[in-house]
């Protein structure tokens, strides 16, 4: 239904293609600008910088695909004008409508590019990667993806607080942060970006883990953190409930 909803405006379809190409051409062109100037950018070669580039792209297309088009409405549509309502009156889990109900096809398309970038990175790197290596990425996307949605639920459930805070472009902003090596910003923001607002899991993690390989203490505390964070998730959910009255009160 949301394929047949997006195809039907075909001048939409077009741009939200070329904005994808756009997107990922910048990003590029920012590292290629960096390595022109060096060979090394905090111990990543340009190679490197590809699977990272490429793997952010991957989940940032995922998010746009199934998180945003639900989340980022939230505050001001479930909230303010109590669509909420109808999620709470089916028989299914009042957080998955809310948080996963819609999809948007096309920003599929950022995860194929994301992918192509991906290979582009590892044809120059040299070597495939290990098996071990390869199912600690896929792991580790999924971690990326929990986490992801995990921060999109949180930002949302302030709304049964603070109905009129809106921290979409906030949220936005900080995203694009997990776009470059964790390493490269200074100790402070580098241990926010990975214990309190784990940007680091988005990208740096998975795109190490395929070029590196497996490394176990990271597997663990990454998983254990995408459970601790959903469970978080879940928590604020139902307490934000508790305080939701609906649209007739």
Not at 4 to 7: K, S, Y
Not at 32 to 37: C, R
Not at 180 to 186: D, E, G, H, N, S
């Given at each position: 239904m949301s394929l047949?909803?997006?195809?039907a405006f075909r001048a939409n379809l077009f741009f939200d293609v070329v904005l994808a190409l756009i997107g990922v051409g910048a990003a590029l062109t920012s590292v290629?600008?960096?390595?022109?100037?060096t060979n090394s950018l905090v111990g990543?070669?340009?190679?490197?910088?590809?699977?990272?580039?490429?793997?952010?792209?991957?989940?940032?297309?995922?998010?746009?695909?199934?998180?945003?088009?639900?989340?980022?409405?939230f505050p001001e549509n479930a909230v303010r004008n109590g669509k909420l309502d109808t999620y709470l009156l089916q028989p299914a889990p009042s957080l998955f409508l809310a948080s996963l109900a819609m999809s948007s096809p096309l920003?599929?398309?950022?995860s194929w590019l994301g992918l192509a970038v991906v290979g582009v990175g590892i044809s120059e790197y040299g070597h495939l990667p290990s098996l071990s290596g390869f199912l600690a990425?896929?792991?580790?996307?999924?971690?990326?993806?929990v986490i992801t949605w995990t921060l999109g639920v949180l930002f949302a459930c302030l709304a049964f607080w603070a109905p009129r805070l809106q921290l979409d472009v906030?949220?936005?902003?900080?995203?694009?942060?997990?776009?470059?090596?964790?390493?490269?910003?200074?100790?402070?923001?580098?241990?926010?970006?990975?214990?309190?607002?784990p940007m680091a899991l988005i990208a740096t993690q998975p795109a190490g883990a395929l070029l590196h390989g497996l490394r176990p203490m990271v597997m663990v505390g990454s998983v254990a953190g995408a459970a601790g964070s959903a469970l978080l998730a879940l928590i604020c959910w139902r307490l934000g409930l508790r305080r939701y009255t609906g649209a007739t009160s």
């Open positions: 047949r909803r997006t195809l290629l600008v960096v390595f022109t100037q990543w070669s340009r190679a490197e910088a590809f699977v990272l580039i490429g793997t952010f792209q991957l989940l940032t297309g995922l998010k746009g695909t199934f998180i945003d088009p639900n989340l980022s409405w920003a599929l398309l950022q990425w896929l792991v580790l996307l999924a971690v990326g993806l906030f949220y936005g902003s900080a995203w694009q942060l997990a776009r470059y090596p964790v390493a490269i910003y200074r100790r402070p923001l580098r241990l926010l970006l990975t214990y309190v607002f």
